[in-house]
């Protein structure tokens, strides 16, 4: 039965809120929400996911035929519970333009060159990964190469690898991750800043002129395997057609026995300069050995769309304030002609997310709930492309990015119980925080900190797009411990997702999987949801912190 709720009713239960200092304060939950709520169904979820990670939908990637079918089934969910399309000329698609770029293993080679002139080939997929950031079927480079510790120009912890030494025109070869810290004020500590990321790296060096980069990459330091890194940077690659930062030729990761041969081959030792590199005070070194590289590849222009639906708020507290959900629905696609299972099905990452994304949706439509402000819904595509559906919904957004008040994101929630910890990384950097542990306290979830901080997980999923643009923004996630279960069982679920299934083929939809936890999660992000549109005061980013800049910028 739907539920109606009075517009005048509405603003007298808003008239009657108030706020402590900064804080944003928890608010009563209305009869309507807690009934809404009850409707959030385990079982629709595993519907959603179980249709979107079929082999019908051939894995999901960007413009390919199971991509489109991925974003029109969203599309048709969002029109059935009544959405208002918030895409492209009056339809819930907001088209991007991307091109593709796929190097073709049997053209491409890379090879480095010492001063004696005896060239060490690399193997592709095995030594190395590569891409051509350019756009062009065509590259070539003949260039010396540079090593620049962790690639890290970072004025605000005096630090600067760059320093004396001039990369344009060159490849420059730097360590992923940070330089090593335990001070939480210094690069985070444990904890993975965004530095540390292989996206900051690229960008940092096509910013410095660089022609190329090659990431060192370390189990430890990437938090994941060699295999994540091949199986993420040997199909297609896709790049926003239109961006006009500048570009790398040759984007590429290499193992760390590669980095052996290669300070080998320089009369240097790598765990002594990659120790040096951690160091104050690191300056580059100028290697004595060439990058020699041909990449050949094929370019596919096409387009992907972000899918979007809103709620419509009556604005009852003036300026708009609404809330944006999100949630990528794409994922790595498939190999064509591979043997055997050749389909990266993506059921946890991310067909969990969107499925809770739907029934999140469904839940706020047909309750009846005239919402003091927007309710935005954002299944955003390319996000294992490096964020690039959501970087493009935040540069354009459906309303301006200063009326959004919060992003609330979910992705990859592993189906295997109901959570008794929740995860809301970035939610301490708000002035939301206090409402979000009221919140979890009523949920019986105990917040717990990020568990693999080294991960830097804050940086590699859609809210930290948002967050660029100074919506406050986090995702919600699952702590280690399950009911029926301790932590070290919950601790090996993840870990084991991870070493095996995470961006591999075996990442499969099963039977068995337990969505209650999803639904849970899902009652929790609706009141989230609730308390941020309800709340008198405007969610804002604590102070230093570093999208503050943005979010006053924008809210102007």
Same mark, same amino acid.
């Given at each position: 039965?739907?539920?109606?709720?009075?517009?005048?009713?509405?603003?007298?239960?808003?008239?009657?809120?108030?706020?402590?200092?900064?804080?944003?304060?928890?608010?009563?939950?209305?009869?309507?929400?807690?009934?809404?709520?009850?409707?959030?169904?385990?079982?629709?979820?595993?519907?959603?996911?179980?249709?979107?990670?079929?082999?019908?939908?051939?894995?999901?990637?960007?413009?390919?035929?199971?991509?489109?079918?991925?974003?029109?089934?969203?599309?048709?969910?969002?029109?059935?519970?009544?959405?208002?399309?918030?895409?492209?000329?009056?339809?819930?698609?907001?088209?991007?333009?991307?091109?593709?770029?796929?190097?073709?293993?049997?053209?491409?080679?890379?090879?480095?060159?010492?001063?004696?002139?005896?060239?060490?080939?690399?193997?592709?997929? /095995?030594?190395?990964?590569?891409?051509?950031?350019?756009?062009?079927?065509?590259?070539?480079?003949?260039?010396?190469?540079?090593?620049?510790?962790?690639?890290?120009?970072?004025?605000?912890?005096?630090?600067?690898? #760059?320093?004396?030494?001039?990369?344009?025109? +060159?490849?420059?070869?730097?360590?992923?991750?940070?330089?090593?810290?335990?001070?939480?004020?210094?690069?985070?500590? /444990?904890?993975?800043?965004?530095?540390?990321?292989?996206?900051?790296?690229?960008?940092?060096?096509?910013?410095?002129?660089?022609?190329?980069?090659?990431?060192?990459?370390?189990?430890?330091?990437?938090?994941?395997?060699?295999?994540?890194?091949?199986?993420?940077?040997?199909?297609?690659?896709?790049?926003?057609?239109?961006?006009?930062?500048?570009?790398?030729?040759?984007?590429?990761?290499?193992?760390?026995?590669?980095? +052996?041969?290669?300070?080998?081959?320089?009369?240097?030792?790598?765990?002594?300069?990659?120790?040096?590199?951690?160091?104050?005070? #690191?300056?580059?070194? /100028?290697?004595?050995?060439?990058?020699?590289?041909?990449? /050949?590849?094929?370019?596919?222009?096409?387009?992907?769309?972000?899918?979007?639906?809103?709620?419509?708020?009556?604005?009852?507290?003036?300026?708009?304030?609404?809330?944006?959900?999100?949630?990528?629905?794409?994922?790595?696609?498939?190999?064509?002609?591979?043997?055997?299972?050749?389909?990266?099905?993506?059921?946890?990452?991310?067909?969990?997310?969107?499925?809770?994304?739907?029934?999140?949706?469904?839940?706020?439509?047909?309750?009846?709930? +005239?919402?003091?402000?927007?309710?935005?819904?954002?299944?955003?595509?390319?996000?294992?492309?490096?964020?690039?559906?959501?970087?493009?919904?935040?540069?354009?957004?459906?309303?301006?990015?200063?009326?959004?008040?919060?992003?609330?994101?979910?992705?990859?929630?592993?189906?295997?119980?109901?959570?008794?910890?929740?995860?809301?990384?970035?939610?301490?950097?708000?002035?939301?925080?206090?409402?979000?542990?009221?919140?979890?306290?009523?949920?019986?979830?105990?917040?717990?900190?990020?568990?693999?901080?080294?991960?830097?997980?804050?940086?590699?999923?859609?809210? #930290?797009?948002?967050?660029?643009?100074?919506?406050?923004?986090?995702?919600?996630?699952?702590?280690?411990?399950?009911?029926?279960?301790?932590?070290?069982?919950?601790?090996?679920?993840?870990?084991?997702?991870?070493?095996?299934?995470?961006?591999?083929?075996?990442?499969?939809?099963?039977?068995?999987?337990?969505?209650?936890?999803?639904?849970?999660?899902?009652?929790?992000?609706?009141?989230?949801?609730?308390?941020?549109?309800?709340?008198?005061?405007?969610?804002?980013?604590?102070?230093?912190?570093?999208?503050?800049?943005?979010?006053?910028?924008?809210?102007?």
């Amino acid at each position: 039965m739907k539920m109606r709720m009075v517009v005048t009713a509405f603003v007298s239960l808003l008239s009657t809120l108030f706020c402590t200092g900064n804080a944003v304060q928890a608010q009563v939950i209305p009869p309507a929400i807690k009934t809404a709520e009850t409707s959030i169904d385990a079982e629709r979820i595993r519907a959603h996911v179980k249709f979107l990670s079929d082999d019908l939908l051939e894995g999901r990637g960007p413009g390919l035929r199971g991509s489109e079918i991925a974003a029109r089934y969203i599309a048709t969910e969002f029109a059935l519970y009544g959405l208002k399309p918030g895409g492209d000329n009056n339809t819930y698609l907001q088209q991007i333009n991307f091109v593709g770029m796929n190097a073709i293993p049997s053209k491409t080679n890379l090879a480095l060159v010492p001063k004696d002139g005896k060239n060490i080939d690399l193997t592709y997929a /095995e030594d190395y990964t590569v891409s051509n950031r350019t756009l062009t079927a065509q590259i070539d480079i003949d260039a010396p190469i540079v090593f620049v510790g962790y690639g890290v120009q970072a004025p605000e912890f005096q630090w600067d690898d #760059f320093a004396g030494v001039d990369v344009k025109g +060159k490849v420059i070869l730097c360590i992923v991750g940070d330089p090593p810290s335990t001070d939480p004020k210094f690069f985070g500590g /444990e904890a993975l800043t965004y530095y540390g990321r292989w996206t900051y790296k690229f960008e940092q060096a096509a910013r410095m002129g660089a022609i190329g980069a090659l990431i060192i990459h370390r189990t430890d330091l990437a938090s994941y395997g060699w295999d994540v890194v091949k199986n993420s940077n040997t199909s297609e690659k896709t790049y926003l057609r239109d961006d006009r930062n500048p570009q790398l030729q040759a984007a590429s990761w290499i193992q760390l026995n590669v980095a +052996k041969k290669l300070f080998a081959a320089s009369g240097l030792d790598v765990n002594v300069e990659m120790e040096a590199a951690g160091k104050r005070g #690191f300056k580059a070194v /100028e290697l004595p050995v060439r990058l020699k590289a041909h990449v /050949e590849s094929t370019v596919r222009p096409f387009q992907s769309a972000n899918v979007v639906g809103i709620l419509p708020g009556v604005n009852a507290g003036g300026r708009e304030q609404a809330i944006l959900y999100t949630a990528h629905y794409d994922h790595l696609g498939f190999v064509p002609g591979m043997a055997g299972d050749n389909i990266y099905n993506g059921a946890a990452d991310n067909a969990t997310g969107v499925g809770m994304l739907l029934e999140m949706a469904h839940a706020w439509t047909q309750s009846g709930i +005239k919402p003091p402000h927007s309710i935005i819904f954002s299944s955003v595509t390319a996000e294992e492309q490096g964020l690039l559906g959501s970087e493009y919904l935040g540069q354009h957004p459906p309303v301006p990015a200063g009326d959004i008040a919060l992003d609330i994101n979910y992705d990859m929630i592993l189906p295997i119980g109901i959570p008794q910890q929740v995860n809301v990384n970035g939610a301490q950097r708000t002035s939301f925080f206090s409402t979000v542990e009221a919140t979890a306290k009523r949920f019986s979830l105990t917040i717990v900190p990020d568990p693999r901080p080294s991960a830097g997980s804050y940086y590699r999923s859609d809210h #930290f797009s948002l967050s660029r643009v100074g919506i406050p923004a986090f995702s919600i996630e699952t702590g280690d411990l399950y009911e029926g279960h301790d932590a070290a069982w919950g601790r090996k679920q993840h870990e084991d997702f991870t070493a095996h299934d995470y961006h591999n083929f075996s990442d499969n939809y099963h039977e068995d999987w337990d969505f209650r936890g999803n639904a849970k999660l899902d009652r929790f992000g609706m009141e989230l949801g609730w308390e941020a549109l309800a709340a008198p005061a405007t969610i804002h980013w604590n102070a230093s912190d570093e999208f503050e800049a943005a979010r006053k910028a924008s809210s102007r």
